[in-house]
């Protein structure tokens, strides 16, 4: 009985230890998506869930055996909380992906810098949506007016080239921070990414207002040295009928 009362305090204190490592997982996930990184990093959630519902199981089995009734009730309690704390998070994670929209932004092939969706355009293009998710196929010019609203809750998103087959191209690269203007990024123009994704809205005197998403997509060089940044309050008020309260 002395070793099996070892072996289930060795149980209970590293499941304690995934808990814990746990909380600071999900922790790094919600600052991530605090900085609006499409490229969270959940694989350590994914990792220490099935160990702590796996230790949990072991230390409630071993904790019926155990002579002490002090080591059996704490170690009872301690297993219990950590299985129903892992199966909570098991039941978020799969209630918020059930709940979120894939967003999927198509950018013409070979283009490189600003992409803007300027939502609730009334001359703008139909929202493709499935049940799972919407689709935004970004015109040659970078700027795509969409009849829909902007989506408030969670979101998953996604963003490629759209290739001349009709194929689609993942771009993978994601840069929510300041890129420097070192040699190596100025020499860079080979890898493809997304920098600093954000939303905003855009009002002027004549009261034309619209929300919009906005995103640079290209290299590191193009960036730093041949970028020209949209002016969207031109394109708006070159496009009256793009804003969200104009009269029909």
């Not at 590293?14 to 900085?35: K, T």
Request: glycine share 10%; hydrophobic share 40%.
């Amino acid at each position: 009985m002395e070793a099996r009362t070892k072996w289930l305090w060795i149980v209970t204190l590293a499941n304690i230890a995934v808990g814990f490592l746990l909380i600071l997982a999900i922790r790094g996930i919600m600052l991530a998506l605090g900085v609006l990184t499409p490229e969270i990093f959940v694989w350590p959630v994914f990792v220490f869930l099935p160990i702590g519902v796996a230790l949990s199981v072991v230390g409630l089995k071993l904790t019926r055996g155990d002579a002490s009734f002090a080591s059996r009730r704490i170690a009872y309690v301690a297993n219990g909380c950590a299985l129903g704390f892992s199966l909570l998070i098991v039941t978020g994670l799969a209630t918020l992906f059930l709940g979120s929209t894939e967003e999927r932004f198509l950018v013409p092939n070979g283009y490189k810098g600003d992409v803007y969706v300027v939502y609730g355009a009334m001359d703008g293009q139909p929202t493709t949506k499935t049940f799972w998710g919407v689709t935004y196929s970004i015109p040659d010019d970078g700027i795509l007016r969409t009849r829909g609203p902007m989506i408030r809750g969670w979101t998953r998103t996604r963003y490629y080239y759209r290739l001349g087959n009709g194929t689609l191209e993942r771009i993978r690269n994601f840069w929510p921070n300041t890129i420097h203007r070192t040699p190596e990024n100025l020499a860079n123009d080979s890898d493809i990414g997304v920098f600093f994704p954000r939303t905003g809205r855009f009002s002027d005197s004549a009261g034309c207002s619209v929300e919009y998403d906005q995103f640079y997509v290209g290299t590191k060089a193009h960036l730093l040295s041949k970028y020209r940044r949209t002016d969207i309050g031109s394109y708006v008020r070159a496009h009256p009928l793009g804003c969200s309260n104009q009269p029909k």
